[in-house]
């Protein structure tokens, strides 16, 4: 069974940082592109980022590239996401998936988690 577990939200101010994890089991973690998501109550599912299999490919969204930064550990079979200089507009549910796509303004994914919230407020 995939399982999928997120960690590391909170409420941070704007400007501050946080650091997501995700420990992931139940498949063969080396094997899949890994991918951090994220929803707003009411908002369709968005796309944050994605990194390879292989860990040499990385990509992010627009509104977080150069802020935010992806990455994995295939010995401890864990996907992390440092958020830097934060801002309101980044308060979501953030979830790590496995295979996620993009379809125009749709995105799905093979797994995810549960989420773990992110805040940002004064």
């Known amino acids: 069974e995939v399982q999928l577990l997120e960690s590391g939200g909170g409420l941070a101010q704007p400007g501050g940082s946080l650091t997501l994890s995700c420990n992931a089991s139940g498949f063969t973690f080396t094997r899949h592109p890994m991918s951090w998501l994220r929803q707003v109550p009411g908002k369709a599912l968005e796309w944050v980022s994605s990194?390879?299999?292989?860990?040499?490919?990385?990509s992010y969204a627009e509104s977080v590239k150069g802020r935010f930064t992806i990455s994995r550990d295939d010995a401890k079979n864990t996907l992390s996401l440092q958020l830097n200089n934060l801002k309101t507009e980044d308060t979501a549910m953030y979830y790590c998936?496995?295979?996620?796509?993009?379809?125009?303004?749709?995105?799905?994914?093979?797994?995810r988690g549960q989420g773990t919230l992110v805040t940002v407020s004064l």
């Open positions: 998936a496995t295979d996620a796509q993009k379809l125009g303004s749709v995105v799905t994914a093979s797994h």
């Open positions: 990194i390879g299999a292989s860990r040499n490919s990385a």
